[in-house]
T-cell receptor, first 116, second 109 residues
Framework: GAVVSQHPSWVICKSGTSVKIECRSL??????MFWYRQFPKQSLMLMAT?????????EQGVEKDKFLINHASLTLSTLTVTSAHPEDSSFYIC????????????FGQGTRLTVV | GQNIDQPTEMTATEGAIVQINCTYQ??????LFWYQQHAGEAPTFLSY??LDGLEEKGRFSSFLSRSKGYSYLLLKELQMKDSASYLC??????????WGAGTKLIIKP
């Protein structure tokens, strides 16, 4: 099946610093990628839809200035958590689907962010 | 609003059969997915239903009734490694995935 690679798998950072997470589709082009956040024992919550060559679409309640998304190519989207705080500690997951509306979503490995 | 309901937690015995139900109310329907997620890992795809009926894939089967807004995931010959969360997700009219909260399945020896 299709492969989506996410990096890093885990990161620990100090409060006030910024962290960049990369999401790559390795064997297909993805005009759209999705960024999710998951707190312990909770389901996936869509944060934003990353669109290649245009601005990301953010879900209600997600601060676009805090969670910067860049989708500069058809195989790479990045999420930057700016001025991170302990409450930003979470599991962040990206996903993408090969062309075709009925296809499954493939997920990156996820990034465990801990802000200390 | 859009809503997907599934039980929070279920317990079953190794070797047995378990059925995890999912009901949904979404703006449009373009397919229903079941994913498995182990703690701390990303979800992995299990099944996809877009037409009514049963889809069988090895030990796992998934059923869909669009008129009832209902699906279930059936796991047979349960193994300890099947202990995980099972997520039901529906693609709405915009082809966006709407996720259920997940069902934590606990397998006991």
């Amino acid at each position: 099946g299709a492969v989506v690679s996410q990096h890093p798998s885990w990161v620990i950072c100090k409060s006030g610093t910024s962290v960049k997470i990369e999401c790559r589709s390795l064997d297909f082009q993805a005009t759209t990628m999705f960024w999710y956040r998951q707190f312990p024992k909770q389901s996936l919550m869509l944060m934003a839809t990353s669109n290649e060559g245009s601005k990301a679409t953010y879900e209600q309640g997600v601060e676009k200035d805090k969670f910067l998304i860049n989708h500069a190519s058809l195989t790479l989207s990045t999420l930057t958590v700016t001025s991170a705080h302990p409450e930003d500690s979470s599991f962040y997951i990206c996903s993408a689907s090969p062309p075709g509306d009925s296809t499954e979503a493939f997920f990156g490995q996820g990034t465990r962010l801990t802000v200390v | 609003g859009q809503n997907i309901d599934q039980p929070t937690e279920m317990t079953a015995t190794e070797g047995a059969i378990v059925q995890i139900n999912c009901t949904y109310q979404t703006s449009g329907f373009n397919g229903l997915f079941w994913y498995q997620q182990h703690a701390g890992e990303a979800p992995t795809f299990l099944s996809y239903n877009v037409l009514d009926g049963l889809e069988e894939k090895g030990r796992f089967s998934s059923f869909l009734s669009r008129s009832k807004g209902y699906s279930y995931l059936l796991l047979k010959e349960l193994q300890m490694k099947d202990s995980a969360s099972y997520l039901c997700a529906v693609k709405d009219s915009n082809y966006q995935l709407i996720w259920g909260a997940g069902t934590k399945l606990i397998i006991k020896p």
